[in-house]
């Protein structure tokens, strides 16, 4: 087994349109800090397997398509799921992907993955997993423990070549009042590593199932200071794990390749929520001067708003979910913004070790878990999909592995 790492920069200039918050100020107005295209490469010299993890909060269904059309190889095209990025036309349940980010997006997966073939060397790959605590947490729940699973890929060539960082929290610790560009908690996290590791060592970050995880909790201001606090925080945790690994060997040199994709209809929700009691309740939650309350009311007014959105209509929402075998680990790759229990079940059902990254390959919207469906929060609000979509994907994912069989 090869492996290989590129990564092309992706430049957004003042004045474009941002993305994420519907309530955002105005364009952007500068840089806080560099966006890019980062590509691992796994190949077993007869098959080839791409992941491009790119700054933007999403990745709709063309992108994705012009993206693997780029790369030449089967690839996907994960989004970190910044809030601080491009505006790429994410709405629930998709939309196209505006220019001129279709083609800076493909081109940048372009130059991003020949570099990662050129690099790739004979390598061995060790999956590491453990709890981090004091960065993410439910954030519909304040009383929730902030603990989250942190997986990290570590891949050897003699010495420690590269890591892939699966963290499953919403990067959001900027606001909508931000107008500077960022890479957000990823980015944080990314230059937190690299600095730790080393010049020799390549970083690459992705969002796990982070559907119903943020920061929202655990966060002591939205500013750069934060970020730094909190990719210092992550950054640590992964070195405990790196330092304490025995064992863990998921690839040799000698392992083999496989992926599998699959395309699924999902039923569409019907809206349940009135708006003007939701707007009776944030009334009453900013009267009574709690803050928490009256966040979590807002983010229900808001979820409801973003539902209604131009993609909004009637017929099944296609989403594909995809697997790859890399040796005797599994990648889960799944699109859109699934809870992390859909993440939980996948990787305590499946056979071998199982990472789970999400915002993958297209955006059918929030994926909530079927028992999200009996409360009333911000992402059963906004999300397009019915109820039993979430586990709908899961199955297909398991499924899609059994298919792909063991590739050691």
């Known amino acids: 087994m090869s492996v290989g790492y590129g990564s092309a920069g992706l430049t957004v200039p003042e004045g474009a349109p941002m993305g994420g918050y519907l309530d955002r100020r105005g364009p952007s107005a500068g840089t806080l800090d560099p966006l890019?295209?980062?590509?691992?490469?796994?190949?077993?010299?007869?098959?080839?397997?791409?992941?491009?993890?790119?700054?933007?909060?999403?990745?709709?269904?063309?992108?994705?398509?012009?993206?693997?059309?780029?790369?030449?190889?089967?690839?996907w095209l994960a989004a970190t799921h910044t809030?601080?990025?491009?505006?790429?036309?994410?709405?629930?349940?998709?939309?196209?992907?505006?220019?001129?980010?279709?083609?800076?997006?493909?081109?940048?997966?372009?130059?991003?993955?020949?570099?990662?073939?050129?690099?790739?060397?004979?390598?061995?790959g060790v999956a590491l997993r453990g709890d981090l605590r004091g960065v993410g947490a439910d954030r519909s729940r304040p009383q929730a423990e902030a603990v989250v699973p942190l997986d990290v890929i570590a891949v050897r060539d003699g010495g420690l070549a590269g890591v892939v960082v699966v963290l499953p929290v919403h990067p959001t610790v900027l606001p909508a009042a931000n107008l500077l560009v960022s890479a957000d908690l990823a980015g944080a996290v990314r230059r937190a590593l690299r600095e730790r590791l080393g010049p020799g060592v390549w970083v690459v970050v992705a969002t796990g199932a982070a559907g119903d995880i943020s920061t929202r909790h655990t966060r002591r201001g939205q500013d750069a200071a934060e970020l730094d606090r909190l990719g210092?925080?992550?950054?640590?945790?992964?070195?405990?794990?790196?330092?304490?690994?025995?064992?863990?060997?998921?690839?040799?040199?000698?392992?083999?390749?496989?992926?599998?994709?699959?395309?699924?209809?999902?039923?569409?929700?019907?809206?349940?929520?009135?708006?003007?009691?939701?707007?009776?309740?944030?009334?009453?939650?900013?009267?009574?001067?709690?803050?928490?309350?009256?966040?979590?009311?807002?983010?229900?007014?808001?979820?409801?708003?973003?539902?209604?959105?131009?993609?909004?209509?009637?017929?099944a929402i296609d989403a594909e979910v995809g697997v790859a075998r890399v040796g005797g680990l599994a990648l889960v790759g799944l699109p859109g913004e699934p809870f992390l229990a859909v993440a939980d079940q996948i990787a305590?059902?499946?056979?071998?070790?199982?990472?789970?990254?999400?915002?993958?390959?297209?955006?059918?919207?929030?994926?909530p878990t079927a028992d999200a469906y009996r409360r009333t929060e911000y992402e059963v609000l906004a999300s397009q999909v019915a109820e039993g979509s979430a586990e709908q994907l899961a199955a297909t994912a398991l499924a899609l592995l059994a298919e792909c069989g063991p590739r050691t």
């Open 83 to 124: 809030h601080a990025g491009p505006e790429t036309g994410c709405v629930p349940g998709g939309g196209p992907t505006p220019e001129p980010w279709l083609d800076l997006v493909a081109e940048a997966v372009r130059t991003a993955v020949h570099r990662a073939v050129d690099n790739e060397r004979p390598s061995e």
């Open 348 to 367: 305590e059902s499946a056979s071998c070790p199982a990472v789970v990254l999400g915002y993958v390959n297209g955006y059918p919207g929030y994926l």
């Open 36 to 75: 890019e295209v980062a590509v691992v490469t796994w190949s077993d010299g007869e098959r080839r397997f791409a992941l491009a993890v790119a700054d933007l909060v999403c990745v709709n269904d063309d992108l994705a398509e012009r993206a693997r059309e780029a790369a030449g190889c089967e690839l």
């Open 232 to 315: 210092a925080v992550v950054a640590g945790r992964c070195l405990d794990l790196l330092t304490d690994a025995d064992g863990g060997r998921v690839w040799a040199a000698g392992s083999r390749v496989g992926t599998a994709r699959r395309r699924i209809a999902l039923a569409r929700a019907a809206v349940a929520a009135d708006a003007e009691s939701l707007a009776a309740d944030l009334e009453r939650a900013e009267a009574a001067g709690d803050p928490v309350s009256a966040r979590l009311a807002r983010s229900r007014v808001e979820g409801l708003l973003a539902r209604h959105t131009p993609a909004a209509e009637a017929g």
